[in-house]
């Protein structure tokens, strides 16, 4: 049974930093890129960051380059996303999803994670 499992969302004010933890099972892991996603009600759902299978190419969302790291622990089959000088603007739910391919190039996206909630306070 495949599972993508979201930690590390949570309320923060603006300036502040958090720590997206997506834990993967149920497929081969190293064979998928990884994307991080975010959702506003009444808005489209917007593509925050993705990495490669390797892990050697990065995308990140205009929005949220400079700001958001996105990493890969293939061996623990994990993604991160570091968010730092939040603002209220990413207030939204975000996923994490898995691609069977090797690049970030307009992938589509085979497995989603529940997401979790990021409140960023102004």
């Known amino acids: 049974q495949v599972q993508l499992v979201e930690s590390g969302g949570g309320s923060v004010q603006a300036g502040g930093s958090l720590r997206l933890s997506c834990a993967a099972s149920?497929?081969?892991?190293?064979?998928?890129?990884m994307g991080w996603f975010r959702q506003v009600p009444g808005k489209e759902r917007e593509g925050v960051a993705c990495?490669?299978?390797?892990?050697?190419?990065?995308y990140y969302g205009d929005s949220v380059r400079g700001r958001f790291s996105i990493a890969r622990d293939n061996a623990k089959t994990t993604v991160i996303l570091s968010m730092n000088n939040l603002k209220p603007e990413d207030t939204g739910i975000y996923y994490c999803?898995?691609?069977?391919?090797?690049?970030?190039?307009?992938?589509?996206?085979?497995?989603w994670g529940q997401g979790t909630q990021v409140t960023v306070g102004s």
């Open positions: 990495i490669s299978r390797s892990g050697g190419e990065f």
């Open positions: 149920g497929y081969t892991y190293r064979n998928y890129l």
């Open positions: 999803a898995a691609a069977p391919k090797d690049r970030c190039l307009r992938p589509e996206y085979r497995y």
